[in-house]
């Protein structure tokens, strides 16, 4: 039984070089990577494309799916250290759908934060990005404060 608040799962890796599209990719596999195995079995979703065994009574026990409630805000966020600027990306995930649709819009979100940065240089601290209605925002939002 859902009590309507959204559960929130965050992850701020810090990127110390510029922003690159390869250092972005890099750094968003682990990102990905460790929320699909969060969350995967909640969803369903195996990567190796069998099913998990059952889980352990340790695992059960934790952050198993009969513990993870939906909806589920998700908002990893990067770190651009050289421009000194917070770059997050906001998803609403609600369904399995919403969870797939994260998952390739969210590297997509900071390769444009990328880009915006590069085209308009370093105007605010945060830049922040949003899945809506299955798409990404084609501009950020930027702000003296976090939005999230």
């Given at each position: 039984?859902?009590?309507?608040?959204?559960?929130?799962?965050?992850?701020?890796?810090?990127?110390?070089?510029?922003?690159?599209?390869?250092?972005?990719?890099?750094?968003?596999?682990?990102?990905?990577?460790?929320?699909?195995?969060?969350?995967?079995?909640?969803?369903?979703?195996?990567?190796?494309?069998?099913?998990?065994?059952?889980?352990?009574?340790?695992?059960?026990?934790?952050?198993?799916?009969?513990?993870?409630?939906?909806?589920?805000?998700?908002?990893?966020?990067?770190?651009?250290?050289?421009?000194?600027?917070?770059?997050?990306?906001?998803?609403?995930?609600?369904?399995?759908?919403?969870?797939?649709?994260?998952?390739?819009?969210?590297?997509?979100?900071?390769?444009?934060?990328?880009?915006w940065?590069?085209?308009?240089?370093?105007?605010?601290?945060?830049?922040?990005?949003?899945?809506?209605?299955?798409?990404?925002?084609?501009?950020?939002t930027p702000?003296?404060?976090?939005?999230?």
């Amino acid at each position: 039984m859902s009590s309507g608040r959204p559960t929130s799962c965050s992850s701020s890796p810090s990127s110390k070089e510029p922003a690159t599209t390869a250092a972005i990719e890099v750094i968003l596999a682990g990102i990905l990577h460790a929320a699909l195995k969060r969350f995967g079995r909640v969803f369903g979703d195996h990567q190796d494309g069998k099913k998990p065994d059952k889980p352990r009574p340790d695992e059960q026990k934790s952050d198993g799916p009969e513990n993870i409630q939906l909806p589920i805000k998700f908002f990893p966020t990067l770190w651009f250290a050289h421009e000194e600027v917070l770059v997050t990306v906001i998803a609403d995930i609600e369904t399995h759908a919403d969870f797939k649709i994260a998952e390739l819009l969210v590297p997509e979100g900071f390769r444009r934060a990328a880009q915006w940065i590069d085209r308009h240089g370093v105007t605010h601290p945060y830049l922040t990005y949003h899945i809506r209605n299955g798409m990404l925002d084609n501009k950020p939002t930027p702000t003296d404060r976090p939005l999230a």
